[in-house]
Structure formats: C-alpha cells, structure tokens
C-alpha cells in the first residue's frame, strides 16, 4: 500500500498541533528541450531548470511561542533530464567543489539550501548554507530569473566565481518584515582554512554580504554588496536593482559592477514581463563587460520568451536568446560554441511542474 | 515529534481537493543474502533487490482539467545492504558513467526515474530519464523480473551497453489506454555530443526505441526495438515475448536478437509462475550466445524459486539458479568467478518489503 | 500548491488501516560554530550535529499479524553546514570508502542505517547498514553522546578504523523486550571478498559483535565486544560501561580496550547529566592510551557543557572541551593543529532542530 502526503487543506483541519510540527515536502521538475547554434558546432539536448530550477526539498516551521520560530530547510538541486543530483561546495573556494568525472555518480545534495533558523520579531538568524545576499537582486529583477537560456548576460562568464550565487558555512541575518516596507539581510560566510595558512590563504573563501532594499505599492528597488576574501584577491559583486509593476507590464532594470582581483566587470538588465491572459510575455537585453589590460571580452544579449500557465503548478514554456560577442569573448549558449566575436542563438521549450 | 505520512484512506477523505494534489512517497527495501559458487572462487554477500529492485521515491499528479494530467515521478535506486545509492548516466555514453572509485561516496540519484509528464485523452509525453521501450519485455515476461540471480542470461553479458535498461534525456510518447488492449510507446533520446564532433561521434548514445503489444484475457504479447546509435557500431536489441495465464499457471517466453556493430547475439527465455497459496513458484529456462568471429560464448541458465508473501508489501523469498558456460564464456553468478567453459551457481534468499 | 506531512494525531484519527502502513519522515538539523585552537593552527568553522547527529530519514512499520512485524529504516547523515551528504562503506573496508575528492560532489546515502527487519515475541531479525553492537556503549554512557567537541577520548584516534560505529552487510538480531531487564543483540558483518583471495584476505571486514546489558530502575550497565576480521591483524573491541540515575544527576562510566592487530588501547570516561530547569549540564573526563612498542600516544580531556532546550524539538548549547596529549600524541580539537605533547582547546556553539 503506498503512502500519500496530504494537501494543506486536511493540514489546517488538523488544528493548532499539527500547525506546530508542519514538515513541507515540496519540489519542482522542469524539462526543457535545448537548443544551441554556434558558428563552430551546435548542441540539442534534454536539460533542466528551463524556466524554474528543478528541486526536491523539505522544510519545516515549530512554533517556539512567544512570537519564536525555529525552523529547518534541506533543498537539494535535480537535474531531471538525467536523474543526477547537483554538486554543492563545502568551503567557498574551489578545492570545495568535486573532482572531476563524477558524472551519473553525483548524488543528491541539499546544494540549494541547508539551513537551521531562529526567528522572532527582532528577525531570523539562519545559520548552513543559503544564497549570498549580492545574488537575489540578480534573479529577482531578471524577468528570466537567472534559470534557461535567456538569462542575464552578466551570468555568463563565471567571472564571479564560487560564492555568486550561494555560500556554505554561513551566518545570515534577516531583518524583521513590517519595516515599513524595508528589508535587508547581512550574511558572513567562513572558508574554514587553518590560521595561519601556508601561502596565507586563511581567509580564503570567506566572505561578508548585504542587502537592503525598499518595496512599496508597485515599486521595489534593493542594492547590495558582497565580497569574497583570496589571497589572490578578492572578488567583489555590487547590484543595485529595481521594479515598477504597471499593470499591464512589470519593468526590471539591474546596474551591476564586479571585481576579481585587479581586474572589473560592468554590467546591466532592463526587462520587462507583461501579462497576457493565463500567461505571461517575457523580454530583457542585458550586458556585460569584463575590463582586462589586453581587451575588454564582452557580451550584449536579448531575449524573448513566453510563458503559459496551465494550472498554477504546471505550465509550458519557450525562451529564445542571442548573444553578441565582441573584445575576444566567445560565450556560446546552450550548449552551441562560437568563435571569439561571432553570435550564439539558443531556444527552449520546456514544462514546469511543482509540487 | 515525528511526522506521519497519511494512509490513502485518509487521501480519499479529504475529496477533491486533495485528489488534484497528491504527492506518494514510496519505495521497496529488499535484501538478499547470495551466495554465489563457482571452480575459480565463491562468494557469501549481503546484496540487494533479489526479488524487486530497492528503491526511494516521489510521485504525484496534478489534474488539469478536460481530461488534462501533469505528473512527475523521481525514483531513486538504494544499495540498502550498504546504504549507498546508485549512480545514473547522463549521457547515455560510457562517458556519463562516474570515474572508478567512488564507492561508498555514491549518493543517491534518481536512476531509476525521472520525469515530468503531460497527459490526455491522446496519450502521455513523457520527458526525462526512464525506461527504454525494448528493456519491458525482458522483465515483464521473466518470472525473475530482471531481479537477482534467476533472471534471464540475456543480461548477463553486458553486451548491450549502457541504454540495455534506460536511457537519459528522452523524450517519450505512450499510446491512451482503451485501445481494445493494443498498448505502445515511442522513446527518443539524445546523447548531447557537439555537432560537428570530432571522430564523428556527434550521434554517439543518441537512439530510438519502441515497443507495441496486444493484452486480451489470459494473453499478453509484445514487440520491441531499439537502436542507440554510436560510430564504433550501433547498439540495436529487438525482442518478442508474451504470456498466457491459465489460472494454475502463468507461462512466459521471449526471443531476443541484439547487434553491437558487427557482432549480433541471440537468447531465449522460457518459463512459468505457479501460484501456491499465499506464495508463488518460479521457474525458468535462458540462453543467450554471442556470434563471434573467433568463438560463440554461450549461457544456458536454469532457475528456481519460491516467493512467500506474509502480507501484501512484506514477502521473503528463495531462488537457485545454475549457468552452464560454453564457447569461452565465463559468466560467474552472485560474485563467484569460474573458468571458461564452466558452471557456476548461485543461491538468494531475502526480504522484500514495500511502502 | 505545497503538500504537508500531518501530525500523529491525525495518524491516530485514521485508525487502524493507517497504522499497519505508517511511514515517518524524520531528522535533524543541527549547526554548531565550532572553535578550535592548537599550538600550530586555529580554526574557525560552522560545523554540524554538534548535540544530535544531523540527519534526514524514512522509516515504517507494517503489522503483519500474530505478533509479527515487517519494517524499513533508511537515514542519511547530512552535513547541513554545506549542504553535502556523508559516504557510506560498502564492505567495511578502507577500500570500501570514497575516493579523495569527493568534496561538495558527496551527496546523500543512507549511511546512518539502511535496514529491513522481521520482528515478532521471539526478538528481531535485521538485515543491512547498522550500528555495530560494540559502539553502543561509546553512545549510551557518554554525557556527550559522542556528537561534537565534548565525546570520549577513545574516538580521538580512528584506532578501531572502519566497523567503530557501524557495519554495512550486516545480519542482526535483537532479543526481545520484556526479558525482566535484560537486553541484548549479536551482529554479524561480511567483507564480501572473493573466497579464496589473493593475500588471504578474503575474511577482511567480516565481523561478529554483541552486545548484553541490564536495566531496572535508575541503574543500566551493558557490556559489548566486537571483532573484525583483516589479514593484517584483526580488530578487537571491548567495553563495559553503564549509568546510575540520582535524580539530580545521572552519572556515567564506561571501560573501553580495543586491539588493532598487536597494538592495544585502553580507556575509560566518567561523566555526568545534571537537570537544570529547562536544560542540563554536561560533564565527562575521558583518557585513552595507545601501547606501541615505541611510545604510548594519549589524551585525556575534560568537557564541559550546557544545553537549553526551547522546547522538545529545539535546543541551544555550547560545550567546551580540553585534550592534553602525551606520549608523542597529538590530537588537535575543532580542526585546530597542536604540536606533540601539546593542548588543545576547542568550543561548540549551537543550534539542534529535530523533526
């Protein structure tokens, strides 16, 4: 006989007891058939994540009184396409990612997020591995929302290396909500190394990160900084990011700087999403150039995309997206590779469905 | 406190609502004590999946109204004598396997499935990871159903590579049930090589396969093919295999023809299920040779056994199985190692339970 | 829409159908920032399962009538400061672990326990990964649990190598409950190497352990021994240990000796729990010595610690713990480096969430 979990509404018939022991299994599948053009060879392939990260977790809220929380999140990445898990990274550098050729071996870790939390009204102190504060404006303000071919150029390159987008060994703290309308959260994240180090890279991987933002009726506008100790030197990610809903259109605009030791990076996004019946027009241009002594590798790229929501859990999607390179870059999409300075093309068409 | 995953009972109860947000955990912890003989060495283990393979996973369907369905299954195999999990291929090459090594490191992925599915009154699109259409008939007509030391010596050889049982990045159609019993499937996959690739491996584990079959009554016959395609020689299985339920007996039988370039290889299967009160016996006979140009490896396999169900989910079991090799073959059943031209014979006795 | 795990209460409401096929979702979350500080190197790290061991895991039970029981029980030790999973061992050998390099790609398995059992009056039958019965006491009679920097001396060193806490391939049985106080366990646990081997290893991490202990009132003491077996020298370990519950304190003991081929170890640890409010105090000393011919390397080391319990799920603690090395040892607490002969400092300071 199978088991089965049972929907919120036989949750809320149970009463306060079980409010206090709520345990979440949640998820999203998202298929996305990809396809790649590049001037030196061209890729189709089953992928993931077209339109949503594809992801199994389970999270859970106790109710501690006295307007104390604690709470728990174990989400882990999925590529669906395959069945592998997603990889995590024990220590903010890169000898904290795998070695290479795990390939179908790479099981399922909580990459996505791994945390423990206390929260009151003074706020929430989280403490495992979450996203750093410097990404969310990066996916909140991208109609694309960083996942399939049409996100951000400023994703492309890598330049920002291991804690872009999440951090392990973290100690965050969010603000309380009822701010009138302002949020923040500051996080420090440690790169674990002995102290003192050989090569003094003690401070390797670790980092401090914030985020503030103000969001009122239609408007939202949030700016942040984070930056990663090396002793090769430092990288440093700045966004300052915002949205207007029109109503019959939401329009995003990202300003980005990044710095890798000695050397920058510039970047910006202006979208747009524009409701159309059950679905949902997407379109953005964005850019990024990474300043070098030698040239200035950089890429313009656009892309349109329309999402239809079958149902609230499920729906269909297409996003097609090229990208201009130019000053030596060679970013292809998709899969595709293209020459230094020549253009890339990429189209999905997926499925999304959550649980 | 612990949490409690509800009965189906309870899921009725909660009607509708529910209905349309059904998420099933479910799984099966199987283990086997094998012992395996064989004139080289024998081997005594603690293994797994004698009788239905291991495994941990989520399912759920959303209904989406005229007739509409969207559903995902995530199924993960489990080494419940260790506690590793199994790795998948991601791209149906030798290539997408993980590095030697990684022993109990092997996390748990979804192997065995995982997909994401649109369905109507016009049948099922089905994307992901999952079954191959000519691996059903190998394991729907085995009374060993591919699972421990009994089943068919048509595996035994490893001769079809890695697309024998699934395969990666699919894209799949299944007939709607209704047809008057005709059922059938279509599955594509891609191997996800650059195109133009060097060596001309662009199309290497990229394949189509599909299976077709009539069930009437006591009857049930099925046809398969399928091709993976792969420039050192294409991969292609077919098969033909059926049943016939005469109440105090079910008889089985298959005929299977596989190509790997230029090497072909033959088997057959014949055999039964004898219901017996609250268990079953199970009997059946293999054979399986490879058409060499220097030899003709060949197994004849005998196999025995008796499943005892205590209940529903819970069944312990026994079965022996005896290979004889000839033509060089040195197939070693349950970890014995024998000499060419020799026997070899293995024992399971375990547990099976399912939740 | 999200699916919610239900309280037992409403498991309970379901009546009898749901009880013969309840499963639980279980775990826990727990993060310690843990300080360590050596004559050589200091470390600084978020770490886990400083108090409880974190985890997540799927267990159930089927009644199967007259007495008798069927049931499942798979948990994954999850390091939750990352997000990674843990290895398992697959044959209770070295060779049995991960390859180096692992790092973030370490994803879940089922290494804590991964087991199916048939239990009725007569005791129980278990097959699969499972505490070895020799670890037990290590456990059961340490103020600290052996979780974070506080735990016993003798699981400083990896003396006793792979089998020190659990088996994989093992076959178990436990006497029943109700024997007046008495309780007891044997395990035996197989290598799973090829008979003969090359080098007459083919016993290597095969083993059989017990375990007998006696409990009435405020007084519990168990002895255990265990034994694997290696070519290169078998393994041996031995303890007695039990408590005395004062009320206001429950004070603990254990005698520890363990054999790795010729070499001995001697240890033993004396503790105590005291009830304090809402929370408990933690005390232990513990001292274990290694008799090479050389040298005789020890540690003895003191631990001190608090836990405030939020509630029955939710805990705050810290422990602080010393180790003193001698005899050319040197072990370092927290991740912290010292110098033979030299001490070592190290402090946990938590949260655990169990769910």
């Known amino acids: 006989m199978k088991k089965s979990l049972i929907a919120l509404a036989v949750m809320a018939a149970a009463g306060a007891a079980s409010a206090q022991s709520s345990v979440t299994l949640f998820g999203i599948v998202d298929a996305t058939l990809q396809f790649g ?71 399922l870790t909580f990459n996505r997020r791994s945390t423990v939390s206390l929260a009151g009204n003074w706020g929430e102190l989280r403490l495992g591995r979450d996203y750093t504060p410097h990404f969310w404006n990066l996916t909140v303000f991208d109609p694309f929302g960083t996942n399939g071919v049409g996100t951000t150029a400023t994703l492309n390159t890598g330049f920002t290396g291991v804690t872009t987008v999440r951090a392990s060994n973290s100690i965050g703290y969010f603000l309380p909500r009822n701010l009138g309308g302002f949020y923040g959260q500051v ?63 939401k329009l995003m605009g990202q300003i980005v700087r990044d710095e890798n030791g000695a050397t920058d990076a510039d970047g910006w996004l202006i979208g747009a999403l524009v409701p159309v ?67 890339s093309r990429g189209l999905d068409i997926g499925i999304r469905h959550s649980f």
Chains 1, 2, 3 share one sequence.
């Open 37 to 107: 053009r590049g001037n030196v060879s061209d890729r189709n392939q089953l992928g993931n994540s077209g339109y949503n990260s594809s992801r199994l977790g389970f999270r859970g809220t106790e109710d501690l009184g006295g307007g104390m929380s604690a709470s728990f999140w174990l989400e882990a990445g999925v590529n669906n396409d395959n069945g592998s898990g997603q990889a995590t990274n024990t220590n903010n550098q890169a000898s904290g990612n795998p070695i290479a050729g795990i390939a179908g071996g790479q099981g």
């Open 277 to 343: 019946g059950a679905g949902e027009i997407r379109l953005a241009y964005s850019t990024y150039k990474v300043d070098t002594a030698a040239a200035d590798p950089k890429q313009r790229k656009i892309a349109l995309g329309y999402v239809h929501n079958l149902s609230k859990r499920t729906a269909v999607y297409a996003t097609y997206a090229q990208v201009k390179n130019s000053g030596g870059s060679a970013v292809g999409l998709n899969g595709a590779v293209t020459a230094a300075n020549s253009s």
């Open 187 to 249: 996080q420090y994240y440690m790169g674990e190394n002995a102290d003192p180090s050989a090569g003094g890279v003690e401070d390797d991987g670790s980092g401090l990160s914030l985020r503030v933002g103000f969001a009122t009726g239609p408007f939202n506008v949030a700016f942040a900084y984070g930056k990663t100790e090396f002793a090769a030197g430092d990288i440093k990610q700045m966004n300052l990011a915002g949205q207007w809903d029109f109503g019959m259109a």
